[in-house]
T-cell receptor, first 114, second 113 residues
């Protein structure tokens, strides 16, 4: 299995809703990432888990809350989002700590906040 | 701070018209340079990793090359299905911590039949 699987593929949520994005990989990768991508822009890093330990990106608002239940799973909990948070959310993984390894991306979740 | 600059921002070619995309980089230490292809609304698809100057890799109509300051993605006799955004990225040098890939802004490639 050489894939990163993200669910759901599409999500529409209101500003008062709570929802979660899920990501799963079975490649034995030990680093997992959340990226946010706006239209016609490159992906922007939000969070890094390396060996299930979170490295916090302090520029990300607290309405985004990551969780890594085990080495294969990554969640992104969403609460009280704003319309400007609408974007493509990408999960990625790499074999070891962030560095010179190939990163595998999932297909993304298209999030729309209304 | 690592920097990656891609050019051109957009490129329109006729089917069969070969060309090259450029990625110039400034990094504290190179631990690889990645090329990705991204279709609209999809995640980036890995194409190549290059580690040292002079290295070349090929896949179908694509060939990636690396020098000490830049990388080129050469596309030979492209087909309409090669239309996509091509992203260049470098990983963090220090390893660990809150560092991810540094991406260029991408080249939006359109191949017209």
């Amino acid at each position: 299995d050489t894939e990163v699987t993200q669910t759901p593929k599409h999500l529409v949520m209101g500003m008062t809703n709570k929802k979660s994005l899920k990501c799963e990989q079975h490649m034995g990768h030990r680093a997992m990432y959340w990226y946010k991508q706006k239209a016609k822009k490159p992906p922007e890093l939000m969070f890094v888990y390396s060996y299930e330990k979170l490295s916090i990106n302090e520029s990300v608002p607290s309405r985004f809350s990551p969780e890594c239940p085990n080495s294969s799973l990554l969640n992104l909990h969403l609460h009280a989002l704003q319309p400007e948070d609408s974007a493509l959310y990408l999960c990625a993984s790499s074999p070891g700590p962030p560095g010179g390894y190939g990163y595998t991306f999932g297909s993304g979740t298209r999030l729309t906040v209304v | 701070e690592d920097q990656v600059t891609q050019s051109p921002e957009a490129l329109r070619l006729q089917e069969g018209e070969s060309s090259s995309l450029n990625c110039s980089y400034t990094v504290s230490g190179l631990r690889g340079l990645f090329w990705y292809r991204q279709d609209p609304g999809k995640g980036p698809e890995f194409l190549f990793t290059l580690y040292s100057a002079g290295e070349e890799k090929e896949k179908e109509r694509l060939k990636a090359t690396l020098t000490k300051k830049e990388s080129f993605l050469h596309i030979t006799a492209p087909k309409p299905e090669d239309s996509a955004t091509y992203l260049c990225a470098v990983p963090p040098y220090s390893g660990g911590g809150a560092d991810g890939l540094t991406f260029g802004k991408g080249t939006h490639l359109i191949i017209q039949p």
